[in-house]
């Protein structure tokens, strides 16, 4: 009973007050904010139950995330190891190979939170692991979309090494990230208490053989339907995979609004931070609504989501930014027209 009472005290933590700290950073996608929090606060129960002597019998819920390039895929997961307070490291699915081919073996995913946390084994032992493009290594017949021949080296093969570290519990991991291909500088690491996400945009998932698209591609008369074990599976990924990743979310593209929202609300809004930027040159920035609108409508024509708003921005700003110390105590009021005459001039 003792065991119990000490565990429900750390439930302090729980997936509404998840949720609520995601939203303050994170625009639109409530269902995903949602599952998200559930996840990581289930996954913070099963680390304590272990700790007071619980036994193994609370499987890990890693984590898949679907969705269209810049809705916050990556940004969610960051914000949710910020939130956690667990160290965090970024991998990109693309660069592991099979072992034993050039390339990078799937341990080097462990390595980086090691790195993260300066060599900390405990610390990383219970940090996320987030591995992005997981789509790009879905099996291909004939190695057909990498150019490798008959050799999947990156897809099928990744694959397969991945299972070892989704569900495994000690590892070897390369103390430098570097330097991975170097055999004796290992250390063993138990990653039965590491959160993995994996997070893929799926655009080709309406290109299949059949002709007919699946998942959130396939919008019929009930709109788009959730993607299933069956689709990704006929996609390319191994049955064993998905089994390793039980839960599930897929992410809504972003709209104009939500990107205008983006933009001026959350607590690391580009707007109020170039604002912040301007004041120390005494410069009021202000940017009308329309003008947002439109450098919205921008982002979404370059099919990049809220990833495009910062480099929209600069060009937009660029001329003020250039000689801002040189008009202190101005007030100066972006409007559609700069916006226009900023991308066009890039355009041209």
Known sequence: MKEKREIYRFLHVTPRRIFEQLDQYVIGQKHAKEVLAIAAYNH???IEYLKFGGEVSIRKSNILMMGPSGCGKTYLARTLARILDVPFAYNDATAFTEAGYYGEDVEVAIGRLLYATNQNVSSA??????IDEIDKIARRSGGARTGAGARDIGGEGVQQALLKILEGEKIFVPLNVTAHWNKYDYVEID????????AGSFSDMNE???GNPIGFFNEGT?????VSTEDLTRYGFLPELLGRLPVRVQLDALTANDLVTILTQPREAMVPEYQRLCALDQIQLDFSQEALLEIANAALRQKLGARALRAILEK???PILFVAPERAGERIVIEPHDVHRALSAVVQ
């Open 44 to 46: 913070l129960k099963r």
């Open 125 to 130: 032992e219970n940090g996320i692991v987030f």
């Open 191 to 198: 990653i039965s208490n590491i959160l993995f996400i994996c």
């Open 208 to 210: 299949q053989p059949d």
């Open 222 to 226: 009930q709109g788009p339907h959730e």
């Open 316 to 318: 937009v700003l660029h």
